[in-house]
């Protein structure tokens, strides 16, 4: 019997060059905004880049390389080695110098407190099993005005739809595990002491066959995906916009927050 842990890192590091390509993960208007965010923490102006910036669960290094050019250091992080390899591969073919990479994840992270001007993470928080404890270390080693990006894919205000939504991908990719709906995130980001400033979302459309192909869901799971989806109640058909293959539409938010005011206790 396997750990969580164990079986992140054996979905992903089999499978981080189709990451790379990948074109839900390569592109996106998640993936420009949060760019812009990004230059905007940077603190750019016609002087060389002087900020830092750590991106948690990097996967494949997107939202590294989309920030890298404001930055004179970005950390691109992961527990699994392999995705970490196709970061370095491709930040050398990017001449991007600036991106480093460590093995590790986001409720353990490395580093002193106060050590980043952006600490920013993308479609990865589904897979955190300590996500509170995560938060509160994106917190710990971020500077005082610095600032904290969070994108994921979101779960559904609603329970049914919310229930039908975590249920395929669970079947799709034993690693998920929780799409966090908007109040969740609100929540969780209160508690572990951000103020959020903006949040913004897409619509995400998840063409079935590369979104099961991409985690090698086995035949039998794809089947029981597609008998959940075919027999859904109408509710959950609108709330998901299942279409007839199985594709499907969620969202994509972004959060952008910064360290909450602390107040002296009197
Ligand atoms: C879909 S990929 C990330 C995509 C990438 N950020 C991008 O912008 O394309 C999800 C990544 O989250 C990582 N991950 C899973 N659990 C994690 C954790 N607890 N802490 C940090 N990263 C984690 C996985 O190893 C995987 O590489």
Redesign the pocket.
């Given at each position: 019997m396997s750990t969580h842990?164990q079986t992140?890192?054996a979905?992903?590091?089999a499978q981080?060059r189709a990451?790379l390509t990948?074109a839900v993960?390569?592109q996106g208007p998640d993936?420009v905004r949060a760019q812009e965010l990004a230059r905007h923490a940077a603190g750019q102006t016609a002087a060389a880049p002087a900020a830092a910036a750590l991106?948690?669960?990097?996967?494949?290094?997107?939202?590294?390389f989309a920030i890298a050019p404001d930055f004179a250091r970005v950390v691109a992080?992961?527990?699994?080695p392999g995705?970490l390899a196709v970061v370095r591969d491709a930040a050398a073919a990017r001449h991007l110098p600036q991106i480093e990479t460590v093995e590790?994840?986001?409720?353990r992270l490395p580093f002193a407190d106060e050590s980043f001007d952006l600490v920013c993470?993308?479609?990865?928080a589904h897979?955190?099993?300590?996500i509170e404890a995560?938060l509160r270390e994106m917190r710990r080693v971020l500077k005082p005005g610095g600032h904290l990006l969070m994108?994921d894919t979101e779960g559904e205000e609603d329970p049914l739809a919310d229930t039908h939504l975590q249920t395929i991908e669970l079947l799709r990719d034993r690693?998920h595990v929780r799409s966090h709906a908007p109040r969740q995130w609100q929540a969780m980001l209160a508690a572990a002491g951000f103020t959020v400033t903006a949040h913004e979302t897409w619509p995400l459309r998840l063409e079935f066959a590369s979104w099961v192909e991409r985690m090698r869901t086995p035949p039998d799971a794809v089947a029981m995906i597609r008998r959940l989806q075919t027999e859904a109640p109408a509710e959950v058909r609108q709330a998901l916009g299942y279409e007839e293959d199985g594709s499907f539409t969620i969202r994509t938010g972004l959060y952008w927050a910064s360290p909450a005011q602390e107040f002296p206790c009197i």
């Open positions: 842990e992140v890192l979905q992903f590091d981080a990451y990948s993960h390569a993936l991106d948690v669960g990097c996967g494949a290094g997107h939202l590294s992080l992961d527990p699994a995705m590790a994840a986001g409720d993470s993308r479609k990865s897979h955190w099993r300590r995560a994108i690693s």
